[in-house]
């Protein structure tokens, strides 16, 4: 029994997997529990099977963190194309969407400060004295 829940522990969480499989059948369409089980087996072994293709390149590399770059070089070193030329391109649009989320932030940012300041960029000297009296101002 110990061993069965921690084999549980180790696979993908079951409603997770039943809301995927709802996703792509029509909307009145039935899952059974045996297919929900079947398909979280076979999902976490790809999973699985790709991150350790993954992880033995980096341990080869003598780094210790897989990255987005490191499943796409796997489903290719796997044999399975379709897959990593789907998930670069996924990696490449979200990598965008990061840089653009990341621009805006910071002009955001940088609009604040420069309302706050009177059309002035604050400089660190500023942004510290502004930390400082704010800390000041807290009751101990």
């Known amino acids: 029994?110990?061993?069965d829940d921690h084999e549980q522990d180790q696979?993908?969480?079951m409603a997770?997997?039943?809301q995927i499989m709802r996703q792509v059948l029509p909307p009145r369409a039935k899952i059974s529990k045996q297919a929900k089980q079947t398909m979280q087996e076979c999902a976490t072994e790809f999973i699985s099977f790709v991150t350790g293709e993954a992880s033995d390149k980096c341990h080869k590399e003598n780094r210790r963190t897989v990255n987005g770059d490191d499943i796409c070089w796997a489903l290719a070193a796997l044999g399975l194309d379709d897959y990593a030329e789907a998930i670069v391109r996924y990696l490449h649009k979200y990598r965008e969407a990061e840089r653009k989320n990341a621009n805006k932030q910071n002009k955001a940012t940088t609009t604040q400060e420069s309302k706050e300041n009177n059309g002035q960029v604050p400089t660190l000297e500023d942004k510290e004295a502004q930390k400082e009296d704010a800390e000041s101002r807290q009751p101990s």
């Open 11 to 13: 696979m993908l969480p």
């Open 16 to 18: 997770n997997v039943g």
């Open 1 to 3: 029994m110990v061993d």
